[in-house]
């Protein structure tokens, strides 16, 4: 089993980081890049609730705004019983750039859990636009508008 000691380390420093004043729970991740490279989030709550921003996108969109978009694993920390698994959406967004990311949840105690984004998101939304042949619609009858 590979060694993701540091990667994990990377999460629990991100996870101080983060502001979690309506949940107090604070969660931090690591995304490493297919180049090794290291980016880090962490939670980032609203007093609007819905506008909470997850640790794994905040990792995710730093790496993606510094023009990066291969990447090998994920490691995320909370302080919770069991490791914590990413939310539906994070799994989504991750999906996007990694399907085969390795994901290592790690708790305070150093439970940890591993396993690949494909699990935690079987059957996942692809991006069914990109192998779209034809403007058509499938009946055929309906075309885009002429620019
Ligand atoms: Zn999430």
Do not use: H, W
């Amino acid at each position: 089993m590979e060694d993701f000691a540091e990667l994990l380390d990377c999460a629990r420093e991100a996870r101080a980081a983060a502001y979690a004043p309506y949940s107090g729970f604070a969660v931090g991740a690591a995304l490493q890049a297919a180049s090794g490279q290291v980016f880090c989030g962490c939670n980032v709550e609203n007093a609007s609730y819905g506008l909470t921003v997850c640790a794994e996108r905040v990792a995710l969109f730093a790496a993606v705004a510094a023009g990066v978009r291969e990447f090998a694993a994920v490691a995320v920390v909370a302080d919770s019983p069991e490791p914590a698994t990413p939310c539906g959406a994070c799994r989504q967004v991750l999906y996007e750039f990694a399907p085969d990311l390795q994901v290592i949840l790690a708790n305070l105690q150093g439970r940890q859990k591993k396993m690949r984004l494909r699990e935690l998101l079987p059957e996942a939304f692809d991006n069914f636009t990109s192998r779209l042949t034809s403007s058509k619609c499938s009946t055929g009858k309906r075309q885009m508008p002429e620019k």
